[in-house]
């Protein structure tokens, strides 16, 4: 087997196929400013950020150190290792000096890693104690050219040193020689320092020899102390040549910002010869300027090449511009994008850049998620890189180009609040080349239609959540056919199947219909219909089998079920409730893997572990924490219990010597439920009903919006699945308060899958939801909870604002539960 | 392999089967008839996720 480290994810092996091995510099405390603030700040997800920069720009290893005066490297290398190992693909070199650091890393690291570094400082000493833990955990190890006199400047004397190294790890302390990476150090040939001029020779000589006489090991070697000294864009050339002269010597691996290495095809010929000079310290022989002087003339101009390396700061190894934004787009990498962008318009027109570069790689995205290998968060993450990228592109296109995209008119119905699904829809289509003009919500037929004339839309997505919206889509069509609208329509919306829209939907329209289940179908169907293929939804219903219906639980509803005494009949209006004792009550399972879509999909059980603890939780623990600290969170409850009894169908409530009905639909298949089976009627003595309305206020949504607005499609979805989590554990909350004043609380469940399965009395059912879809009950509710004394106000259809709110029946009857009519 | 739906959190055990939906005890999830859907919120098994 080729020696090789790994990381949880992947395995890496020393001798790349295509030398050198890429080890990233810039996770380095003493190294990168950035890094060093983030940790003096105790930053540690943005040290991580770092570490995850290098590994898109193309870094295949990662150097991590955190040696820094007044720190404890113990701690900050234990917490950093935990957290890179997480997340970070590519494995880790753990650059420390102590031996207590350097086992406490190798103990926590969950592959094989490599330990930068020893030397023979003190004689060998500490070289021996690492030795031993590197045979120990079977890791790899840096060995650098440093004796008893300081490091070594010409190659006789750095190869001696690798010498003794080797005997001391291979022969006294039983490591292989493949085990082994020898750093030939270099010092700077750009500070114009006489006994330096031979420095990158020395080193070059020294790698050549390493590699002949010690047969078996690894070279490694810090690149950028080469042009120590020089402007920076000059250095990234001088540090790209000694890099290609290196790998020619025999050098296996580099620590280098990955991003900064410029392939050498971009590096003119004149260029290449200014820099060989310099390193080979040839020409200054005679008459005239030395090569430094010539060299650091020659880049005062700042070169072409220079520049563009400066400009290509993120371009990833000997990669073009094109690889890296199609990359960063597909990582959801925005650093660099805007310089990447900068060297494609100079070869590829603007629209160019977005057909061939930017939509196709949306697209992978696209097919990635498909396949379940990516995930929705990371799925936005790219749409916000593709957005930028085209905002950037967009002032460089023609009038006449930026035109000729299609055109999509999105809504969602009347009647109809909810906008995340087709605000997501929007986000997609926008960032793969459409034009999408976005009306809203709520949005009449007639709307619709003059909308669509207006702006010319070539095709018209409707959205909708509610059972009843599904409704309206029907005869939103049928309006469409009798005003003449010839556009594709596209369908989406939790409520729709396939079914009802190839069945109920197709038929009231004279162009396609078409039924899409998440954004990407939608994307799909865009595709079909340009390239003239668009057809409506079909459901063959021989194929499949009706649905599965959950039977009821328990048969017959039965009768005389005693009436629980409530404490107090009418309503009350409750402010004051701790966000910290509703918390628990949030389902966090279907927050993570639902609202938030962070699924397991694919992962496996520890990956996915590793996401949650990286990633997901921390979001939570965020969120939480404002919810609780910022007031992001307000809850506030207007409840009451009322006097009741069925007949038939319906529930007449009564309250202030006024009758209230409640009309309830009742199941057309077996068993026929309603819920009005649940209370005694007139005859049986009548019963007792709870209702409730449950807000969390308006500032997580001025939030989301806010986050909608400026693009960040994360964090949007992020809190907006926040919020109706939150909301939803508010009910929960409140439901089993008023089970205790009910006096029905005594089988209540002992953890939080008891709350999914319903494992208490009763039930609450929402209005608008699968028991009970009409919202018509709403206007009864309100004249008896009156809960715009907790700011919550009914639209003029009937929904509720703000949009984190919601309402119930409560039912305390044993056989209560959740159906669907 | 034991699935979660992602809209209500309810968990499918193959080793207990669905009986609300009339599926018996070893049932696997990819085996459960055309047309089940979660028996807490009717959301189609496109909802489930590897539970675990």
């Known amino acids: 087997m080729r020696p090789s480290l790994s990381s949880l994810y992947q395995a890496v092996e020393l001798r790349s196929a295509i030398p050198p091995l890429l080890i990233g510099e810039r996770t380095n405390a003493n190294g990168s400013k950035l890094f060093r603030e983030r940790l003096l700040a105790d930053d540690f997800a943005g040290c991580l ?71 023979l400082e003190d004689g060998g000493r500490t070289a021996r104690r690492v030795f031993g833990l590197i045979r120990k955990y079977g890791a790899a190890v840096v060995a650098l050219t440093i004796g008893e006199q300081g490091m070594a400047m010409t190659a006789e004397d750095k190869v001696a040193l690798a010498r003794r190294l080797h005997g001391l790890a291979v022969d006294t302390c039983g490591l292989r020689p493949s085990d082994l990476l020898f750093d030939a150090l270099t010092f700077t040939v750009g500070a114009g320092d006489e006994t330096l001029r031979s420095a990158a020779v020395q080193t070059l000589r020294a790698i050549r020899e390493i590699k002949a006489s010690l047969p078996g090991v690894g070279t490694v070697l810090g690149l950028s102390n080469i042009s120590f000294g020089l402007a920076p864009a000059s250095r990234r050339i001088l540090n790209s040549v000694f890099l290609h002269e290196a790998v020619e010597a025999g050098l296996d691996a580099a620590i280098v910002d990955a991003g900064k290495i410029v392939p050498l095809a971009r590096i003119s010929e004149r260029e290449r010869e200014v820099c060989l000079d310099l390193l080979y310290d040839r020409g200054g022989e005679g008459e005239g300027p030395g090569p430094l002087p010539r060299f650091i003339e020659y880049f005062k101009g700042a070169a072409p090449a220079a520049q563009e390396a400066v400009a290509g700061a993120g371009a990833g190894r000997f990669e073009g511009a094109e690889r890296a934004v199609s990359r960063q787009v597909v990582e959801g990498v925005r650093e660099g994008l805007e310089d990447n962008l900068a060297i494609l318009v100079r070869r590829l027109a603007p629209l160019a850049v977005i057909n061939q570069i930017l939509v196709p790689a949306m697209r992978q995205v696209g097919e990635l998620f498909g396949r379940g290998e990516l995930l929705l968060p990371f799925v936005l993450q790219s749409a916000e890189v593709m957005k930028r990228a085209v905002a950037w592109l967009e002032p460089l296109l023609s009038r006449e180009e930026a035109s000729q995209r299609t055109r999509v008119l999105l809504a969602t119905v009347q009647g109809d609040v909810h906008d995340i699904g087709k605000n997501l829809v929007e986000i997609i289509f926008s960032n793969n080349g459409y034009e999408v003009v976005n009306i809203g919500i709520k949005v009449p037929a007639e709307t619709i239609i003059a909308k669509a004339r207006e702006c010319g839309a070539d095709v018209i997505g409707l959205s909708g959540l509610l059972v009843k919206s599904a409704l309206i889509m029907r005869e939103n069509l049928a309006q469409f056919r009798e005003a003449g609208l010839r556009q594709p329509v596209l369908l989406g919306g939790a409520a729709l199947t396939p079914r009802f829209v190839a069945e109920s939907c197709v038929p009231s329209y004279d162009a396609p219909v078409v039924y899409c289940a998440d954004a990407f179908a939608g994307l799909a169907a865009l595709r079909a219909h340009e390239a003239g293929s668009l057809t409506s939804t079909v459901w063959r219903a021989a194929a499949q089998a009706t649905a599965v219906r959950p039977s009821a639980r328990g048969g017959e509803v039965q009768r005389g079920v005693p009436v629980p005494e409530p404490p107090f009949y009418g309503c009350r209006h409750v402010t004051e409730i701790d966000v910290a004792e509703v918390l628990p009550y949030v389902n966090i399972e279907a927050l993570f893997r639902g609202r938030w879509g962070y699924r397991r999909a694919k992962l496996s059980a520890e990956e996915y572990e590793a996401l949650l603890e990286g990633t997901v939780r921390p979001l939570y623990r965020e969120l939480s924490r404002r919810a609780v600290e910022e007031g992001l969170v307000q809850p506030r409850v207007a409840y009451g219990y009322y006097r009741c009894y069925s007949a038939g169908d319906a529930l007449c409530v009564v309250d202030g010597g006024k009758e209230y009905r ?44 806010a986050l909608y607005g400026a693009d960040r499609y994360r964090d949007y979805l992020m809190t907006h699945g926040f919020g109706v989590e939150v909301t939803d554990a508010l009910a929960e909350y409140w439901h089993a308060r008023m089970r205790r004043e009910l006096g029905i609380a005594g089988s209540e469940p002992a953890d939080l899958n008891g709350y999914v399965t319903q494992g208490y009395q009763g039930s609450r059912f929402g209005f608008g939801y699968p028991a009970c879809p009409e919202l018509e009950a709403h206007r009864p509710v309100f004249e008896l909870l009156r809960p715009e004394r907790i700011g919550v106000t009914l639209s003029e259809t009937l929904q509720m604002v703000p949009e984190q709110t919601t309402s119930a029946i409560v039912a305390h009857h044993p056989q209560a539960k959740y159906f669907a009519v | 392999m034991k699935m979660i739906c992602t809209n209500c959190g309810y968990v ?36 489930f996720d590897a539970y675990g």
């Open chain 1, 662 to 705: 409640f009309p309830f639909p009742r199941q057309a298949a077996a068993p026929h439920l309603c819920i009005a089976d649940y209370f005694r009627s007139e005859a049986e003595g009548g019963d007792v009903a709870g209702f409730f309305v449950v807000t969390t206020g308006e500032a997580l949504d001025r939030e989301a919006h």
């Open chain 1, 49 to 119: 950020q770092i570490g995850l920069e290098q590994e898109a720009n193309g870094a295949q290893v990662l150097d991590l150190c955190a040696a820094y005066a007044g720190r404890d490297e113990l701690r900050d290398m234990c917490e950093l290792v935990s957290r890179f190992a997480r997340s970070v693909k590519i494995p880790l070199m753990i650059d420390s000096t102590t031996p207590e650091v350097i086992e406490a890393c190798l103990k926590l690291y969950p592959g094989r890693c490599v330990v930068n570094s020893v030397n």
């Open chain 2, 12 to 47: 499918y055990d193959p080793a207990e089967g669905d009986p609300m939906g009339g599926v018996e005890a070893g049932v696997a999830f990819e085996a459960l008839p055309e047309g089940w859907v979660c028996p807490l919120c009717y959301a189609g098994p496109a909802a």
